[in-house]
């Protein structure tokens, strides 16, 4: 299956929905970053969270990122994405795997860590993005995103997100769906919504059986006459190129860019997101020095 999110409202104006399937997203980012399960549980959460996120995104040049810094052994999480479904990430460990927890579940928290914050970045192609901020309560990437929404953005809203890591260490089933309540909601609606999550299986279980986000959606919500406004697929992807690295390189400017001809005469950059290497050798650095001389 295609992985992809949908996005819906019930018809009267109470929640608004997004559900994601992102299983070969997570996989695919997985084989490039050779993660370890729990690192590959954490990174795909962050992932898919970032993707739904992204749908939210009114404009193509917009881009939001969610950043997570708690203070464990994996250190930083990290994702971003478009409006148009694409996402990419990295973890600043992935080779990080803590034992399993008393429950058999990867312990996600405890490589992340709960001593730190959550960062959500909006980048309008303006002067300065919109940061926002608030502490990691678990370090399990839903219940700190929902936190976020409550007390940075006001936003009452529940978020689920689920990687299934099978023994091979493939990824299983990915996906995840955040429901927001609306400033009309009933009192009534918010109690039916209630009971519906406290009996709800995890999403990466739905997925695994077979459940596709309409058939997530209407389960989620049984009870609301739910109408779907999008389709959109999603996937991994980087835009990285020799002109953004040749960009960095000038950004360091003139003098690290002598000492680094000098020292080394040549020069490796790896790209944090896709792995991608971009080598350049000793006439191509002193082209970029003597552009960094002029500006």
């Known amino acids: 299956m295609q992985d992809y999110l949908i996005r819906a409202m ?138 976020y929404f409550a007390y940075s953005e006001q936003q ?5 997100l689920g990687v299934l890591v099978d023994k091979d260490t493939s990824i299983k089933a990915a996906g995840g769906y955040i429901i927001q309540v609306l400033p009309d909601a009933t009192e009534e609606a918010l109690d039916r919504l209630e009971s519906n999550l406290a009996n709800i299986e995890p999403i990466s279980s739905l997925i695994e059986k077979g459940f596709t986000p309409e058939d997530i959606l209407f389960h989620v919500c049984s009870g609301f006459d739910m109408d779907i406004k999008d389709k959109i697929p999603v996937k991994l992807t980087c835009d990285c190129s020799t002109e953004r690295i040749q960009k960095a ?4 400017g003139r003098v690290e860019l002598e000492k680094l001809i000098e020292e080394d005469g040549e020069a490796e950059l790896v790209c944090h997101f896709c792995n991608e290497k971009y080598h350049f050798n000793r006439d191509e650095l002193n082209s970029l020095l003597k552009e960094a001389s002029e500006q």
Request: proline share 4%.
């Open 249 to 252: 390189l000038i950004a360091i």
């Open 10 to 147: 019930d018809k009267e104006g109470n929640i608004r929905v997004f559900v994601a399937n992102t299983t070969a997203l997570v996989n695919k980012a997985r084989d490039i970053h050779n993660t370890t399960p729990t690192a590959s549980a954490a990174l795909g959460r962050c992932l898919t969270a970032a993707a739904i996120l992204g749908t939210m995104l009114k404009n193509e040049k917009e881009t939001i990122s969610i950043q997570l810094k708690g203070g464990g052994p994996i250190g930083t999480v990290l994702a971003v994405a478009n409006s148009k479904g694409e996402v990419k990430g990295y973890v600043g460990a992935p080779a990080v795997d803590l034992p399993l927890k008393k429950d058999g579940k990867l312990d996600v928290g405890g490589a992340v860590g709960n001593n730190g914050k959550i960062t959500v970045i909006r980048d309008f192609g303006l002067k300065e993005p919109y940061i926002g901020q608030s502490d990691i309560v678990t370090g399990e990437i839903a219940e700190d995103l929902a936190n």
């Open 156 to 160: 009452p809203s529940a978020v689920a």
